[in-house]
C-alpha cells in the first residue's frame, strides 16, 4: 500500500499542516472511526453528524492523522475547506504517481460481476487492484485507489452513480485508458428522468478519459449502439445479437451449472465455458474479454481463467442447504437482473419460490416495473412472496399472468415472511431471494435458514 506524508497529500489537495506533523505518513483512508485501521487517514465528513467528534475514538484505533474542515486541532490533522473533494484530489495524484493503467466500469446492471470478470482476466499477465464491494462512489473510489500497493500495473474501478455530474467526478479522479459501460438499464430512473439521461450520466466515463483511450460497449444495448454515432474515439462493441459487434458470442449453452459459448472477434473463434448459470452472464463475460484482448492476454489464457471465475459474495450465490437449493441474489435489483435471476430460478429442478423485494430508485417507473416482474415471476416460478410496498404491483403482474392468487403472499415484514417460508418450505424446494441492496433480503434468508 502507498505510503503517503502528510505534506506530500495537503500538496495534493491544497490543505495545510502543522510544521511538526508534515513528515506523519498514512496509508489508506477511512471515514468509519469504527472499522479504520492502524495508519489510516481518517477523513471526518460533515454531514448529518459532524465526523470529527469521531477523530478521537479513529486516534484511538491507531489513525495516523484525520482529513478535516476543522482547524487549531490538536492532533495530526490536513486542513481542508472540504474533506470529500480533497480525498478525491488526494487519490487522483495518487493514481498518476503510480501509473498504473486503469479500467473503469459503470452500466445500470452487472458491472460489479463485469468488474470482477475484468480482474480475472487481467491476473497472471498484470498486477491486478479492483475497488471491493460497495467502493464505488465519490468516497469508496478515492479510499480504493488510496489501499492499492504502489506496484499496481492495472486498477479496476467500478463506478457507480444515481445523479448526473457523478460518473465524470469518478472518472476524472481515475482517468480510465479503458472505459467499459455494461448497458442502459431502468436503474435511477427517478433522479434521471429517461433512459436517455441515464444514457448521458454512463458516457460521462469518457470525461476523464484521454482522446485515444478506448470505450468498450455493449452492442445489444440499443442506446449504446446508436451512441457510436456522435462518439469520437476508438470504440470496442461486444455483443451476442448484434452481428456488426467486433466481439460476438455465438452458440450459446447452458449446460449443468456451465455456461459455454463460441466467442468470435475478426478471424479468432474459441470457446469460453463459465462456471455461472444465466445467460444474462454472456455480456458481462464479453466485456471482460474485450478488456483483456485489448491489454495484450492471449484469448487461451481468458477462457481459462474465466473457467475458473468466483463471482463476488451475494451476486447470484447457489448453495444446498437444509436440503433446499438457495439462490442468494441480493446485493442489487433492477428489472433486468430481476428478470435473469427468475429465468435462472425457472431452470433449475424442484419447486420454484422467489421471494422478492422492491426495486428502488426507479421513479416514475416503479409501478410498470413491478408490474413486469410479477408476470415474469409467474412464468418462472410456483409461488411468489414479496416483501415492500411495491410488492402490490408485483401481485397485480403476476397474477394478469395467470399465476394462482393463492400463490401470492405479499410483506411488509421481514420477520412475518421468514416466518412463513419456514412453515410453507419443504425439501426439495428452489429459492431465490433478491431485492435492491435497501431492502436488506439477505436478512430475510438469513431468519428464514438460522431461526
Given at each position: 500500500?502507498?505510503?503517503?506524508?502528510?505534506?506530500?497529500?495537503?500538496?495534493?489537495?491544497g490543505?495545510e499542516?502543522?510544521?511538526k506533523?508534515?513528515?506523519?505518513?498514512?496509508?489508506?483512508?477511512?471515514?468509519?472511526?469504527?472499522?479504520?485501521?492502524?495508519?489510516?487517514l481518517f477523513?471526518?465528513?460533515?454531514?448529518?453528524?459532524?465526523?470529527?467528534d469521531?477523530?478521537?475514538?479513529?486516534?484511538?484505533?491507531?489513525?495516523?492523522?484525520?482529513?478535516?474542515?476543522?482547524?487549531?486541532?490538536s492532533?495530526?490533522?490536513?486542513?481542508?475547506?472540504?474533506?470529500?473533494?480533497?480525498?478525491?484530489?488526494?487519490?487522483?495524484?495518487?493514481?498518476?504517481?503510480?501509473?498504473?493503467?486503469?479500467?473503469?466500469?459503470t452500466?445500470?446492471?452487472?458491472?460489479?460481476?463485469?468488474?470482477?470478470?475484468?480482474?480475472?482476466?487481467l491476473e497472471?499477465?498484470?498486477?491486478?487492484?479492483?475497488?471491493?464491494?460497495?467502493?464505488?462512489?465519490?468516497?469508496?473510489?478515492?479510499m480504493?485507489?488510496?489501499?492499492?500497493?504502489?506496484?499496481t500495473?492495472?486498477?479496476?474501478?467500478?463506478?457507480?452513480?444515481?445523479h448526473?455530474?457523478?460518473i465524470?467526478?469518478?472518472?476524472?479522479?481515475?482517468?480510465?485508458?479503458?472505459?467499459?459501460?455494461?448497458?442502459?438499464?431502468t436503474?435511477?430512473?427517478?433522479?434521471?428522468?429517461?433512459?436517455?439521461?441515464?444514457?448521458?450520466?454512463k458516457?460521462?466515463?469518457?470525461?476523464g478519459?484521454?482522446?485515444?483511450?478506448?470505450?468498450?460497449?455493449?452492442?445489444?444495448?440499443?442506446?449504446?449502439?446508436?451512441?457510436?454515432?456522435?462518439?469520437?474515439?476508438?470504440?470496442?462493441?461486444?455483443?451476442?445479437?448484434?452481428?456488426?459487434?467486433?466481439?460476438?458470442?455465438?452458440n450459446?449453452?447452458?449446460?449443468?451449472?456451465?455456461?459455454?459459448?463460441?466467442?468470435?472477434?475478426?478471424e479468432?473463434?474459441?470457446?469460453?465455458?463459465?462456471?455461472l448459470?444465466?445467460?444474462?452472464?454472456?455480456?458481462?463475460?464479453?466485456?471482460?474479454?474485450?478488456v483483456?484482448?485489448?491489454?495484450?492476454?492471449?484469448?487461451?489464457?481468458?477462457?481459462?481463467?474465466?473457467?475458473?471465475?468466483?463471482?463476488m459474495a451475494?451476486?447470484?450465490?447457489?448453495?444446498?442447504?437444509?436440503?433446499?437449493?438457495?439462490?442468494?441474489?441480493?446485493?442489487?435489483?433492477?428489472?433486468?437482473?430481476?428478470?435473469a435471476?427468475?429465468?435462472?430460478?425457472?431452470?433449475?429442478?424442484?419447486?420454484?419460490?422467489?421471494?422478492l423485494?422492491d426495486?428502488?430508485?426507479?421513479?416514475?417507473?416503479?409501478?410498470e416495473?413491478?408490474?413486469?416482474?410479477?408476470?415474469i415471476?409467474?412464468?418462472?416460478?410456483?409461488?411468489?412472496?414479496?416483501?415492500?410496498?411495491?410488492?402490490?404491483?408485483?401481485?397485480?403482474?403476476?397474477?394478469?399472468?395467470?399465476?394462482?392468487?393463492?400463490?401470492?403472499?405479499?410483506?411488509?415484514?421481514?420477520?412475518?415472511?421468514?416466518?412463513?417460508?419456514?412453515?410453507f418450505?419443504?425439501?426439495?424446494?428452489?429459492?431465490?431471494?433478491k431485492?435492491?441492496?435497501?431492502?436488506?433480503?439477505?436478512?430475510?434468508?438469513?431468519?428464514?435458514?438460522?431461526?
Amino acid at each position: 500500500m502507498a505510503v503517503i506524508t502528510l505534506a506530500q497529500a495537503a500538496a495534493w489537495c491544497g490543505g495545510e499542516v502543522a510544521e511538526k506533523y508534515q513528515n506523519i505518513t498514512f496509508s489508506g483512508a477511512s471515514n468509519d472511526s469504527r472499522t479504520i485501521r492502524p495508519g489510516q487517514l481518517f477523513v471526518a465528513l460533515v454531514g448529518v453528524r459532524d465526523g470529527n467528534d469521531f477523530a478521537p475514538m479513529a486516534f484511538q484505533k491507531g489513525a495516523a492523522a484525520v482529513l478535516t474542515s476543522r482547524k487549531d486541532l490538536s492532533y495530526p490533522a490536513i486542513v481542508v475547506e472540504d474533506p470529500r473533494i480533497a480525498l478525491g484530489k488526494i487519490a487522483a495524484a495518487l493514481r498518476q504517481k503510480i501509473g498504473m493503467k486503469v479500467v473503469g466500469v459503470t452500466g445500470s446492471v452487472g458491472k460489479s460481476t463485469t468488474k470482477e470478470m475484468i480482474a480475472a482476466v487481467l491476473e497472471g499477465d498484470y498486477i491486478v487492484s479492483k475497488t471491493p464491494a460497495n467502493f464505488n462512489n465519490d468516497l469508496g473510489l478515492p479510499m480504493a485507489i488510496l489501499a492499492m500497493e504502489e506496484d499496481t500495473q492495472v486498477a479496476v474501478l467500478e463506478m457507480g452513480m444515481s445523479h448526473f455530474g457523478e460518473i465524470s467526478y469518478l472518472s476524472h479522479i481515475a482517468k480510465p485508458d479503458i472505459g467499459v459501460i455494461t448497458n442502459i438499464g431502468t436503474m435511477h430512473m427517478e433522479n434521471l428522468g429517461s433512459r436517455e439521461g441515464i444514457l448521458q450520466a454512463k458516457l460521462e466515463i469518457c470525461d476523464g478519459m484521454a482522446q485515444e483511450a478506448r470505450l468498450c460497449l455493449f452492442g445489444d444495448d440499443a442506446y449504446l449502439w446508436r451512441s457510436r454515432e456522435t462518439l469520437n474515439r476508438p470504440v470496442t462493441y461486444f455483443g451476442i445479437s448484434n452481428e456488426a459487434c467486433h466481439l460476438l458470442a455465438e452458440n450459446v449453452q447452458q449446460q449443468g451449472s456451465g455456461l459455454c459459448f463460441d466467442v468470435r472477434a475478426g478471424e479468432i473463434c474459441f470457446p469460453v465455458c463459465l462456471p455461472l448459470e444465466g445467460a444474462h452472464f454472456v455480456s458481462d463475460a464479453l466485456a471482460a474479454i474485450s478488456v483483456g484482448l485489448a491489454l495484450g492476454v492471449s484469448f487461451q489464457r481468458i477462457a481459462d481463467r474465466l473457467s475458473r471465475f468466483q463471482n463476488m459474495a451475494g451476486r447470484q450465490e447457489i448453495f444446498e442447504i437444509k436440503g433446499f437449493t438457495i439462490i442468494k441474489d441480493c446485493y442489487n435489483a433492477g428489472p433486468e437482473s430481476m428478470a435473469a435471476a427468475l429465468k435462472v430460478l425457472g431452470a433449475r429442478f424442484g419447486r420454484h419460490i422467489a421471494v422478492l423485494g422492491d426495486m428502488l430508485e426507479l421513479g416514475s417507473a416503479t409501478e410498470e416495473a413491478h408490474w413486469n416482474t410479477g408476470r415474469i415471476a409467474a412464468e418462472n416460478a410456483d409461488f411468489l412472496l414479496t416483501y415492500g410496498p411495491n410488492g402490490q404491483f408485483v401481485s397485480q403482474g403476476a397474477q394478469s399472468a395467470g399465476m394462482n392468487e393463492e400463490h401470492i403472499l405479499t410483506f411488509q415484514d421481514r420477520t412475518l415472511l421468514a416466518e412463513k417460508l419456514r412453515v410453507f418450505c419443504a425439501p426439495g424446494d428452489v429459492l431465490l431471494f433478491k431485492g435492491s441492496h435497501g431492502m436488506h433480503m439477505e436478512l430475510v434468508l438469513e431468519q428464514f435458514l438460522h431461526n
